[in-house]
T-cell receptor
């Protein structure tokens, strides 16, 4: 069975500092991996996805993530935090069969301090 | 291009009642998935529909049901509401099911259900 863990339910960074949000997955088959962002009172928006092409994936709003199979990780980074990055971030995994469902991690709330 | 539309946005119901939530996917999208989001449990998968057929189901009791119409619009129904059903219910659409689903979901803004 697939699962996702996100280390740190809440992360605070200063504006302009590096953002690092951690995600580790468990999957018995090569997975598809996603990062989503959720702003208050809104649905989730896809930031980026890994689909077995390049291991370094670039997404929207300056975010990127690196797939490391040996570490079963897919950490999200952004070189310089902006106030508008404050939101809830979810890592998600799905297996490669058509009947696999998307499993979401518990989420990490990112605060950006001016 | 219109996004995923969920109605209503907010709903207050009494224990024991039933409720129906609606989701209109992006035009051309044929797959609709439903998730329940709560502070304690996070995002929990309810079910997925593709071309009017339920393709996958999560671990929820039979009080939770859904369906999809020929125009891809989907509804979910919760009968005999319990206080624990209070949550944000999110609908997500995608173009296909299966391998092409790696393109990711487009989510609606959700329906906030409060059971009192």
């Amino acid at each position: 069975a697939q699962s996702v863990t996100q280390l740190g339910s809440h992360v605070s960074v200063s504006e302009g500092a590096l953002v690092l949000l951690r995600c580790n997955y468990s999957s018995s088959v090569p997975p598809y991996l996603f990062w989503y962002v959720q702003y208050p009172n809104q649905g989730l928006q896809l930031l980026l996805k890994y689909t077995s092409a390049a291991t370094l994936v670039k997404g929207i709003n300056g975010f990127e993530a690196e797939f490391k199979k040996s570490e079963t990780s897919f950490h999200l980074t952004k070189p310089s935090a902006h106030m508008s990055d404050a939101a809830e971030y979810f890592c998600a995994v799905r297996g490669s069969t058509s009947y696999d469902k998307v499993i979401f991690g518990p989420g990490t709330s990112l605060s950006v301090i001016p | 291009k219109a996004g995923v539309t969920q109605t209503p946005r907010y709903l207050i119901k009494t224990r024991g009642q039933q409720v129906t939530l609606s989701c209109s996917p992006i035009s051309g999208h044929r797959s609709v998935s439903w998730y329940q989001q709560t502070p304690g449990q996070g995002l929990q998968f309810l079910f997925e529909y593709f071309s009017e057929t339920q393709r996958n189901k999560g671990n929820f009791p039979g009080r939770f049901s859904g369906r999809q119409f020929s125009n891809s619009r989907s509804e979910m129904n919760v009968s005999t509401l319990e206080l624990g059903d209070s949550a944000l219910y999110l609908c997500a659409s995608s173009l296909y099911v299966g391998a092409d689903r790696d393109k990711g979901y487009t989510f609606g803004s959700g329906t906030r259900l409060t059971v009192v």
